[in-house]
């Protein structure tokens, strides 16, 4: 089993900066694979980024490329979403998960909900104008 567990949000200006953590426990964290998705009311979870085990591959939404950076930090169990730039759209409740045991050949499915294993239960960002 592993928990997760995301902090960070809040209310923030457009065009201002915002980090999300993801602590996570359990299993071991250096295993996983592991996402940011995001979801408005009414509307389907939606692909956010992603990081593989080692930090080393990253993947990112066309919507937030250039503006958001994933990271991670095995030592301490945590992954982090970095938020710069944001706008009105990126108002939505912020989801982390974790994929277990995920291949090199595997990673680039990491944008399907469908590849996760756990899931937090979401910290809420909300940009005002």
């Known amino acids: 089993q592993v928990q997760l567990v995301e902090s960070g949000g809040g209310l923030v200006q457009a065009g201002g900066s915002l980090r999300l953590s993801c602590r996570a426990s359990?299993?071991?964290?250096?295993?996983?694979?592991m996402g940011w998705f995001r979801q408005t009311p009414g509307e389907e979870r939606e692909f956010v980024a992603a990081?593989?085990?080692?930090?080393?591959?990253?993947y990112y939404a066309d919507s937030v490329k250039g503006r958001f950076t994933i990271s991670r930090d095995n030592t301490r169990n945590t992954g982090y979403l970095q938020m710069n730039s944001l706008s009105l759209e990126d108002t939505a409740v912020y989801y982390c998960?974790?994929?277990?045991?995920?291949?090199?050949?595997?990673?680039?499915?990491?944008?399907?909900?469908?590849?996760?294993?756990?899931w937090g239960r979401g910290t809420q960002v909300t940009v005002s104008s």
């Open positions: 998960a974790a994929a277990i045991g995920y291949t090199p050949a595997q990673y680039p499915s990491l944008p399907a909900l469908g590849s996760y294993d756990y």
């Open positions: 359990g299993r071991t964290f250096s295993n996983h694979a």
């Open positions: 990081i593989d085990w080692s930090a080393g591959t990253t």
